[in-house]
């Protein structure tokens, strides 16, 4: 029994991990930052929460280069 719930419990950090990851991914794309790049660590085991709290912290000290409202096309 005791096995099972560590296999629920790692499930559930996974499926935790993997929708932080998915925000992150929206968010830094619509930055204009790496989002791939951002994903692929965040999901990482071991470094994955290291990495998003790392993300907030550079989004917050980085300019942000999101356009409110894009120039119009000639």
Known sequence: MHS???LILMIVLWAVQLLI???I???AK???????????LAILPM???LVDVLY??????RPSRKTENP???L
């Open 30 to 40: 619509e930055q204009k930052m790496l989002a791939p790049v951002w994903v692929i």
């Open 47 to 49: 470094f994955g929460y």
């Open 21 to 23: 990851a998915f925000l």
């Open 56 to 61: 907030l912290i550079l989004r917050e000290i």
């Open 25 to 27: 991914y929206r968010d």
């Open 4 to 6: 099972f719930a560590g």
């Open 71 to 73: 120039p119009a096309s």
